[in-house]
């Protein structure tokens, strides 16, 4: 079975987008906070990988000391989950600088700006997005 990772903090979109996963038959690895989205990556580079993500969708604010860009960061590290498709996403409106340092920091292949895109549109974006990264 397919799997992808969100780490999303506000309730609303978690439920949305973990809904949408399980419309589209995909298996969702979730997290509210970069902490944990990280110990679960130590874990899975420690041998424990049951469930190897081919997409991680990240909030870039997240509560604690981890940022979303920290954990994609942390992604591209990882001799597993190194080859995931790294998507950002923030509500808040940055400069094209910030922007730039986000996606720089997490190697990242997508950004989007909250609402995300309605779910087909969002559903073709993220398959667009892992289609290039396997190439």
Request: with cysteine.
């Amino acid at each position: 079975m397919t799997t992808w990772m969100l780490v999303e903090d506000e309730p609303g979109m978690y439920e949305m987008v973990l809904a949408m996963y399980e419309i589209l038959g995909i298996n969702g690895v979730s997290f509210t906070n970069g902490e944990d989205a990280l110990a679960w990556i130590d874990e899975v580079d420690n041998g424990y990988a049951d469930e190897v993500p081919e997409l991680a969708l990240l909030d870039i604010r997240l509560p604690g000391d981890a940022s979303g860009p920290d954990v994609g960061a942390r992604l591209r590290r990882s001799p597993t989950l190194k080859n995931a498709a790294i998507v950002l996403m923030t509500a808040y409106r940055l400069t094209p600088d910030e922007e730039k340092a986000c996606i720089n920091h997490a190697k990242a292949d997508l950004f989007l700006q909250k609402p995300l895109p309605k779910q087909p549109e969002l559903t073709a974006l993220l398959h667009e997005v892992i289609a290039k990264r396997r190439k």
